[in-house]
C-alpha cells in the first residue's frame, strides 16, 4: 500500500543509495563474468545473469531519472551512473 503523501529522497540520500547501487552493479558484472567463464555463455544460469545485469542497468536509468525528478534544479549527474 502506497502513502497518502509521498516525501522524495534528499540528495544525500541519492548520494548514498548511488554508491550502493553502483558497488552492487560492479560486483554482479564480476560474478557474471565468473558463470560465464565456468560455465560458457550458453549456459542457463550465465543466461540469466545477463538479464539481471540488464535489470540493474534499467534500476540505474530508472534512479537516475527519478533523482532528476526528486531534485529538480539540482545536478544529479552520475549520482547512479
Known amino acids: 500500500m502506497r502513502p497518502?503523501?509521498?516525501f522524495p529522497l534528499t540528495l544525500?540520500?541519492?548520494?548514498?543509495?548511488?554508491?550502493e547501487?553502483?558497488?552492487?552493479?560492479?560486483?554482479?558484472?564480476e560474478l557474471e563474468a565468473l558463470v560465464q567463464d565456468v560455465y560458457g555463455?550458453?549456459?542457463q544460469a550465465a543466461?540469466?545473469?545477463q538479464r539481471l545485469?540488464?535489470?540493474m542497468d534499467r534500476l540505474v536509468a530508472d534512479l537516475q531519472a527519478q533523482a532528476a525528478e526528486d531534485l529538480?534544479?539540482?545536478?544529479?549527474?552520475?549520482?547512479y551512473t
Open 53 to 55: 545485469t540488464a535489470c
Open 47 to 49: 543466461f540469466t545473469f
Open 41 to 43: 555463455p550458453q549456459n
Open 12 to 19: 544525500e540520500e541519492h548520494r548514498e543509495l548511488g554508491r
Open 72 to 79: 529538480a534544479g539540482s545536478n544529479v549527474e552520475g549520482l
Open 4 to 6: 497518502e503523501t509521498s
Open 21 to 29: 547501487i553502483k558497488r552492487a552493479s560492479a560486483r554482479l558484472r
